[in-house]
């Protein structure tokens, strides 16, 4: 079990009062603002954009109220709206058969639309076959000929497309080069990594030059370590070539990393696209509030509206929460804030939620400590802590305070 056991019935030391003033409380007039793309300027120096930041006045892609069905009653997919910026990353996020697939394989023409229509700067593409699209692939099973060498993998998309030998054998390098595997020409499929017949399968669908690539799931097949890597790779590869990625995960930390907005789907409908931030800190349904990081979740009845603060009664207690949207009194609401959010023992009177609690539990997770509390009828209700140590005990059974800021909790509508 190592890092991660837990400690029943064992004394743990605990930061009490850790809480206190370490709360970074939200703004409630960000909420109403557009989705941005700010967030990319933001990086660390080494993956600083080279291209410019996607513009909004520049739609590569758009889908206007797509929808799809295989068997003429289901929507897999229902009136999707979706504009996708040039050289903007991308990201749909959502579970197992929420409709991803079927959304890229109607971009890339394998599928045809039931309903609406897709535009590729700004033409229709109904009756666009795939090939004339010109937009690269990359799937899960990198799917290259394994009869053919890498370097004959690469030409490939060249040949079809009639360049010529010599200006082939120059983009063969340029495209080895950018996914840092000079050299590798000779070599069969068979003979490389899985990572890099991934890179191989990355350069291929570079090596035309697109200035759109979809990629589906394409790091499902590595490991956790390879992944992380290539995560960076295929964002660096984005920005240096300046290409418009739409990427499909239904991993969220990957979405978080590589995109600048992520549109989360949910049974073929988006519940929202932000800002990998703005998605976090600011989820605007309650699906999204569940699928993306972890949320204390506390259902109640709205008793009283001021401005953008909201009461919400849960169990028999009076929880003050950012409302999400418009609430009127008696409406149905769930209450979301997140583990980190909440202080343990903060200062009496500092922040308008507080209650009394009790510990269930308390697990010890290296860099924090998870402790679930039973409050305001709530069996597991998780507060999440740093770990600095020499703050005190606190154990299984203990009565303790929480509390947390009203603007760090959304009320959100149920639906
Ligand atoms: N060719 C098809 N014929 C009938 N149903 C299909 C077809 N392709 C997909 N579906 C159905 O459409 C729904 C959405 O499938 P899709 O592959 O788009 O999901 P997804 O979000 O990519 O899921 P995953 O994360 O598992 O890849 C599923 O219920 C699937 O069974
Ligand atoms: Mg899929």
Redesign the pocket.
Known sequence: MGFFATMPGKGVRLPLGLGRGTNRPSRPDKKSEPPSIDAASQEPRMLKRQTPLPSKDDVHVRFAGVSKT??GTSK??DDLDLDIYRTEFLTLL??????????L?MLAGF?PTSGGSIFINGEEVYNKPPHKRNIGMVFQNYALFPNMTVGKNLAFPLEVRGVDTTERSQRVARALDLVQLEGFEDRRPSQLSGGQQQRIAIARALVFEPDLVLM??PLGALDRTLREEMQYEIRRIQRNVGVTMVY?T?DQQEAMVLSDRVAV?NE?RIQQVSDPETLYEQPDAPFVSEFIGENNHLPGLVSEVSDRVVSVIVGNARVKAFGVGEFRVGDASTVAIRPERVALSPEPGLYSNEFEAVVNDIVFLGDHLRISVRVIGQDDFVVKISNILGHGLVLPGDRVTIGWSALDCRALALE
């Open positions: 295989f068997d897999i997919v959502g579970p197992s058969g929420s409709g991803k697939t079927t959304c394989m599928e589906d799931e499909v239904h789907f073929g």
